[in-house]
């Protein structure tokens, strides 16, 4: 019997269904993804054994959780296609589209929100979860337990889900901006593009990785990187003088602010 639905087999349905397999949560035959192009239809049978259909409201029927993972910008039209279904639980990851519109949309459904990102794909995910009004302790639990498959996860009021989207939803492609940078910086001082991108890789993941197992404040942690008169200094002074600061906040504001026109 298919547990899991999901709608829109696209890069992120894959991402987390695919760990979910991995970790024998569900079965291949527990999982079924509409999707509208055949070729994408006939990759997920043929990599993963999950069935697959063109046609959403086979996936609706029977499913106890539904996942969204189609675009933002057809959530009205996917919204007025099933809306008249009766899963218990529609788990939705699009970007902006609030647990009101969630809730209007799915009225015989428990509605929850969720932000993965990119890194899910790797099993190094960060989710944040904001649970709809009626949405039992149980299918948050059922969230969680999908979510903590593909990495990390945290339950916040869902006021903050606009921000997070800006944060941990778009920052992967922030931070894959600053690596290509970096490594285009090595590449610029002298070095072959095969070395100056995995120096730029692990310099990030190992940055990421002692902040996170020492609990170090970023700013000592750029402090014990910087000698008196020294590279890393006059290196962060152009980095200040280029207002990069200024523009990650700006960034994450403004993919915030995306967020919001998306889900109004
Ligand atoms: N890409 C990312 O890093 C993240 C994306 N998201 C959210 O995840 C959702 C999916 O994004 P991606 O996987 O990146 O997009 P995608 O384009 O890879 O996947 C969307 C899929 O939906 C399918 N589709 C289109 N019309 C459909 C319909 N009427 N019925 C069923 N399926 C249909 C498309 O063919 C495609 O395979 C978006 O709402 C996005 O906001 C959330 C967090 C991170
Ligand atoms: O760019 C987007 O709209 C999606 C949502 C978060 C990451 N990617």
Do not use: W
Not at 81 to 93: C, F
Not at 152 to 173: F, Q, R
């Amino acid at each position: 019997m298919v547990q899991l639905g999901i709608i829109g087999g696209g890069m992120m349905a894959e991402a987390i269904f695919s760990r979910l397999l991995a970790e024998k949560i569900y079965l291949p035959s527990q999982i079924q993804v509409s999707e509208p192009r055949a070729d994408r239809r006939q990759e997920l049978v043929e990599r993963y054994g999950v069935q697959v259909t063109a046609d959403n409201r086979e996936v609706t029927s029977g499913s106890e959780i539904l996942l969204l993972a189609i675009k933002p910008q057809i959530f009205d039209a996917i919204a007025r296609e099933l809306g008249d279904i009766s899963v218990p639980l529609v788990v939705s990851i699009l970007a902006g589209i609030p647990l009101s519109k969630l809730e209007t949309g799915f009225p015989s459904s428990a509605a929850i929100r969720v932000m993965p990102n990119a890194p899910a794909t790797v099993g190094a995910g960060m989710s944040a979860i904001a649970a709809g009004s009626q949405a039992t302790p149980g299918q948050v639990e059922q969230a969680k337990t999908l979510l903590a498959a593909v990495g990390e996860v945290v339950e916040v009021p869902e006021k903050m889900m606009d921000a997070v989207t800006g944060l941990s939803g778009s920052g992967p492609a922030f931070v894959a901006l600053a690596i290509e940078a970096l490594s285009d910086g090595g590449v610029a001082a002298g070095l072959p593009r095969t070395i100056a991108t995995p120096l730029a890789i692990q310099t990030v993941l190992g940055t990421a990785q002692l902040l996170q197992e020492t609990g170090l404040h970023t700013g000592q942690l750029k402090d014990r990187a910087t000698s008196p008169g020294g590279t890393t200094i006059t290196g962060l002074r152009e980095l200040e003088q280029a207002g990069v600061r200024s523009a990650f906040m700006e960034a994450v504001v403004a993919a915030c602010r995306r967020s919001q026109e998306l889900g109004s």
